[in-house]
T-cell receptor, first 117, second 116 residues
Framework: AQSVTQLDSQVPVFEEAPVELRCNYSSSVSVYLFWYVQYPNQGLQLLLKYLSGSTLVKGINGFEAEFNKSQTSFHLRKPSVHISDTAEYFCAVSDLFSASGTYKYIFGTGTRLKVLA | DGGITQSPKYLFRKEGQNVTLSCEQNLNHDAMYWYRQDPGQGLRLIYYSQIVNDFQKGDIAEGYSVSREKKESFPLTVTSAQKNPTAFYLC???????????????FGSGTRLTVV
């Protein structure tokens, strides 16, 4: 079965420093990859997604992610973070999981990014 | 603006009670989903619906029930059979069906359910 691993449960970083949030997934033939952000007591908001094509994907709020098929990774990066980026970030894989052609989202356990002044 | 409205934002349930969480969307999306979020566990799928009057169990459907009588509405009932219902519940919708995995989800702002 498909799985998503976010090894870092918390990442503290100083304001204006770069950050990388790691995401690894188990291999699959057909998979789509997503990053979502969740602010406290809010729902999730889509940051970016990888479907096919260029392995570098740009999203909202200055975030980008790189798809690496050989390492089965989809790490999220931002060159310079702001206090307002403090939130929880979820990596998700949309994986074909049934003969009926149904896809299923599998979420990682999240990484809490804390930006320090 | 289009979006998903979940209500109430906070809900308290006594032992043995059934409670219903509301989810309404005006995005004209066919597919709707309910997720449960617990600290450190990510999101787990409870139920999903592709079209009106049709819904499927997710990974943790036991103790929950849903209905889809209208395209816009997908309420979730947490029954007394759910032994550990305290959690944050998120409703989502997608423009694509579950057979089209490339579409992202739009989420509501959630309902926090607490058993008292």
């Amino acid at each position: 079965a498909q799985s998503v691993t976010q090894l870092d449960s918390q990442v503290p970083v100083f304001e204006e420093a770069p950050v990388e949030l790691r995401c690894n997934y188990s291999s699959s033939v057909s998979v789509y990859l997503f990053w979502y952000v969740q602010y406290p007591n809010q729902g999730l908001q889509l940051l970016l997604k990888y479907l096919s094509g260029s392995t570098l994907v740009k999203g909202i709020n200055g975030f980008e992610a790189e798809f690496n098929k050989s390492q089965t990774s989809f790490h999220l990066r931002k060159p310079s973070v702001h206090i307002s980026d403090t939130a929880e970030y979820f990596c998700a894989v949309s994986d074909l999981f049934s003969a009926s052609g149904t896809y299923k989202y599998i979420f990682g356990t999240g990484t809490r990014l804390k930006v320090l002044a | 603006d289009g979006g998903i409205t979940q209500s109430p934002k906070y809900l308290f349930r006594k032992e043995g009670q059934n409670v219903t969480l509301s989810c309404e969307q005006n995005l004209n999306h066919d597919a709707m989903y309910w997720y449960r979020q617990d600290p450190g566990q990510g999101l787990r799928l409870i139920y999903y619906s592709q079209i009106v009057n049709d819904f499927q169990k997710g990974d943790i459907a036991e103790g929950y029930s849903v209905s889809r009588e209208k395209k816009e509405s997908f309420p979730l009932t947490v029954t007394s059979a759910q032994k550990n219902p305290t959690a944050f519940y998120l409703c989502a919708s997608s423009i694509g069906a579950p057979t089209q995995g490339m579409y992202g989800y739009t989420f509501g702002s959630g309902t926090r359910l607490t058993v008292v």
